[in-house]
């Protein structure tokens, strides 16, 4: 069994992104907003009327996802780095939606609703937002919509491995501590996946991942 439960929300009341002097600039405020949507409206054909501008699907559980995915389909992959994000779009309405799938530390589809001059640019230029243009974002995101994340009964998990190393890519001078909050783990647990992954563990990892197709 992967995970057993999960944690408390961790401390971001507000979603961020790196550019201002401070090192972090506020997005949104999105604190009052609900994460998880229960039920669409049976009078309309598809969820999107019923979900929030930003949003989390969990995987699984109460069949939420599949309700969501029975209209809304994916049209782009972004690719290369960016594995896990897409632009989808409801066959029902017409809504376009950018959707970073979290299987990691979460296990939710996070959505932004997009306009329809933010998907053209998709489609066009492949100028994507940038709300989850990386890792680090989307955990942020998770966090911000006091999602909680995944507890796991293997502490070297692969895929806590994969993520650390992920995060020290994207941004080599990410600390342990700001690691361990995008986590939900402790600091100490944190530098013993950082030494796995600075160890070769993590790369060895990736390559069955891959090879597995997971």
Not at 51 to 67: A, I, K, Y
Not at 99 to 126: C, G, K, Y
Request: glycine share 8%; proline share 5%.
């Amino acid at each position: 069994m992967k995970r057993a439960m999960r944690l408390s929300g961790g401390n971001f009341p507000q979603l961020w992104h790196r550019t201002g002097p401070s090192g972090y600039d506020n997005i949104a405020d999105i604190r009052s907003r609900p994460h998880h949507v229960l039920m669409n409206d049976s009078s309309n054909p598809c969820c999107c009327p019923s979900l929030p501008d930003l949003t989390g699907v969990p995987m699984g559980g109460d069949g939420l996802d599949e309700r969501v995915f029975a209209t809304v389909e994916n049209v782009v992959d972004h690719g290369g780095d960016a594995w896990w994000l897409h632009l989808s779009q409801c066959r029902a309405c017409g809504q376009h939606w950018m959707i970073a799938q979290e299987e990691r530390i979460f296990d939710e589809h996070f959505l932004r609703r997009l306009t329809v001059d933010e998907a053209n640019r998709i489609f066009m230029s492949a100028e994507w937002p940038v709300e989850f243009l990386s890792y680090e974002r989307v955990l942020k995101t998770g966090h911000a919509l006091r999602i909680r994340p995944c507890v796991f009964l293997d502490r070297h998990s692969p895929s806590l491995v994969w993520t650390v190393e992920d995060l020290r890519k994207e941004r080599p001078d990410i600390s342990v501590d700001e690691i361990a909050l995008l986590l939900g783990v402790t600091a100490t647990q944190t530098k013993r996946l950082l030494a796995a992954a600075s160890s070769g563990k993590g790369s060895w990892w990736q390559r069955m991942r891959h090879r597995l197709g997971l």
